[in-house]
């Protein structure tokens, strides 16, 4: 009986594991819950909801929402910063998918 449940060691290695309260995650990126808010309206982020509507965070999108609040804070509007971030994420995409060229 001294196993583990399954799936529980891969729940703390998942960066997309939603395991953050929206509170937590304002705290940990030393932001307003609006901002957080701001960032999902503006489409870059899409929190999962517990069952009571309780909007849950990865990992993931914190890092997204860090790398956002950079942007804002260099003086980028929310949604151009979202923008920016998408684009590098899709940037991101195909140079890590595209073939090997290192001789």
Do not use: W
Not at 25 to 38: D, G, T, Y
């Amino acid at each position: 009986m001294n196993r583990q449940r399954p799936g529980a060691d891969e729940k703390f290695d998942d960066p997309d594991y939603p395991a953050y309260t929206m509170g937590r995650a304002a705290e940990m990126l030393e932001v307003s819950q609006p901002f957080l808010r701001s960032l999902e309206e503006a489409g870059l982020i899409t929190p999962q909801r517990s069952a009571g509507g309780h909007r849950r965070y990865s990992r993931a999108q914190l890092r997204q929402a860090s790398r956002a609040r950079e942007l804002v804070d260099q003086g980028t509007p929310v949604a151009a910063a979202c923008r920016i971030i998408s684009l590098e994420d899709q940037l991101a995409e195909h140079t890590d998918t595209g073939s090997d060229t290192s001789g």
